[in-house]
């Protein structure tokens, strides 16, 4: 069942388990589901599920050719004790605002909700497409998707996984957590220079054509674990699914009850799956799009014109430091479906230009979502005051997303509003950040290791496994290489001939 197409070729049609298998489309488009099934939310057997049960549910929507018993092991393996938590995802109410706390997995943020699941797809579509090649999974990483990838793809049989960071461009915790990763089949490579270096080399030996062929004379082939691969964005549905009938047996919501849906935002994935839930049937208010002083989609969002003609500013909700959005393509699509042409004009004009604006009878389809940004001043004092307020500890990037939403608030009046919030990691991972702002004073004199401890002292939160005696772990990938030696890495860790 080829109900799979690219946003650049609607003609490109394929399963879900080739869309997986390859990640990006020959051309570079990138795969969108044709249709949305509809959940029907009043259906009691709804709130009666644990995650699991609601993901099996959910995701089978997807997984055309795959068996709801073959899903189920997906979501069985993908979702246990590597969580801290039995509810896999849980809420935390604070007044109007509902954190999902997406950060109970391995890594400590939401990018463990799909690439804890990603790993099984594409194993098990592997094998449904025929593929005899052992699969690469190839990454360039800021810090928490690699160390995700890194976590969910370990000891997969028949895949290896490889991923380059940038020596200066990650925290210690991150750096940490990723050259101590244990399994046969990981590669971790630091390379001299910045992330736009790292990923902009993985991207050149995607559309390598001879190493591609050298791969193959090897029985090799490259996939990848970035958000543009739908086999990630599928299992970021289900968590606001989730979240809504979480409200519902909580008793703050009314089944059917529309809701706010709040998301600190930078390839623009999460949100795009909460979008997705709304086409499906989940009753939807507003979606709140927060960004840092990145605010490239604030302005699109509220003028139609996508420009990345700006400074590239490193702020302290890091994972949010994005230029361009690579989702935001299958969010344009969803406004005019099957118009390939549209969204080619303007991804040439974004080469081009580094710009592009929407047409006007489409710029009115953005009224469902309110746009906003904060300056790391105003992310600050947001932990500051969430803290002595609830008493709840929020990380950077959850506050960009509150501030965002309180700044909703007051400009539409709308405070009655329920709303989920994407809690996206956990305080643990930026300690240092979020100690400065409780206490208001600069930690310059303790490494991250020590502020992880001393965070737990503060607060009286248990550190959580994925942050704990981080620096006495073996350290099993110490390479440092140039830029230009990338492929010479690859290479010689797959021993190619
Ligand atoms: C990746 C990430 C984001 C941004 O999510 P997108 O899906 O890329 O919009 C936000 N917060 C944290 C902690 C992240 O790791």
Do not use: W
Not at 35 to 47: A, G, L, P, R, S
Not at 226 to 236: A, E, T
Not at 463 to 469: K, M, Y
């Amino acid at each position: 069942m080829e109900n799979y197409y690219s946003t650049r070729d609607i003609n490109d049609k394929v399963s879900f388990s080739k869309g997986v298998t390859r990640g990006l489309s020959p051309i570079g488009g990138l795969y969108v589901p044709e249709n949305f099934t509809q959940i029907d939310i009043f259906n009691e057997k709804y709130t009666k599920m644990n995650y699991q049960d609601l993901a099996t549910d959910i995701l089978s929507n997807f997984l055309i050719g795959f068996s709801t018993d073959e899903v189920n092991q997906f979501v069985n393996k993908a979702y246990n004790t590597n969580f801290e938590t039995d509810n896999i995802v849980p809420i935390k109410t604070c007044d109007n605002v509902n954190f999902l706390e997406l950060f109970r997995g391995p890594t400590l943020a939401f990018k463990d909700m799909a690439l804890q699941i990603l790993p099984e797809f594409m194993v098990a579509s592997a094998k449904k497409e025929g593929i005899n090649d052992e699969i690469v999974v190839l990454t360039a990483t800021s810090g928490d998707t690699g160390k995700a990838a890194l976590e969910g793809f370990a000891n997969k049989d028949g895949i290896k996984i490889i991923v380059f960071f940038p020596t200066d461009g990650v925290s210690e915790v991150q750096r940490m957590q990723m050259i101590t990763q244990l399994g046969e089949n990981t590669h971790v490579v630091a390379i001299k220079g910045n992330f736009d270096d790292a990923q902009s080399g993985v991207k050149e030996i995607f559309n390598d054509k001879d190493f591609a062929n050298l791969m193959k004379l090897n029985n090799k082939v490259f996939s990848s674990a970035n958000s543009i691969n739908i086999g990630r964005l599928v299992p970021q549905i289900v968590y606001y699914f989730h979240g809504y009938f979480e409200l519902v047996r909580k008793n703050e919501i009314k089944n059917g009850e529309k809701v706010n849906i709040a998301v600190p935002t930078g390839n623009f994935g999460n949100i795009l799956a909460s979008y997705y839930a709304f086409k499906m049937g989940l009753p939807v208010n507003k979606f709140i799009c927060a960004s840092n002083v990145n605010n490239v989609l604030t302005d699109f969002l509220n003028t139609g014109i996508y420009d990345i003609n700006r400074k590239f500013e490193t702020t302290i909700s890091p994972s949010m430091d994005i230029l361009i959005s690579s989702n935001l393509e299958r969010f344009l699509e969803s406004l005019d479906r099957k118009n390939d042409k549209l969204i080619n004009n303007l991804m040439d004009s974004l080469k081009n230009s580094g710009k592009y604006e929407l047409p006007e009878d489409l710029k009115s389809k953005l009224s469902p979502f309110f746009g906003g940004f904060t300056s790391d001043e105003e992310t600050k004092v947001t932990i500051k005051e969430v803290y002595e307020k609830y008493n709840y500890v929020i990380d950077t990037h959850t506050a960009v997303a509150y501030k965002v939403y309180k700044d909703y608030v007051t400009k539409s009046g709308d405070s009655k509003t329920k709303t989920l919030l994407a809690a996206t990691a956990s305080p643990f991972k930026f300690s240092r950040a979020v100690i400065e702002s409780i206490t208001n004073e600069p930690q310059n004199s303790f490494n991250d290791f020590q502020l992880v401890e001393k965070l737990s002292e503060i607060t009286g939160l248990s550190i959580p496994h994925g942050a704990n005696n981080l620096n006495k772990k073996k350290i099993i990938h110490s390479t440092v290489i140039e830029v230009k030696d990338m492929k010479k890495s690859i290479s010689d860790f797959l021993n190619l001939k």
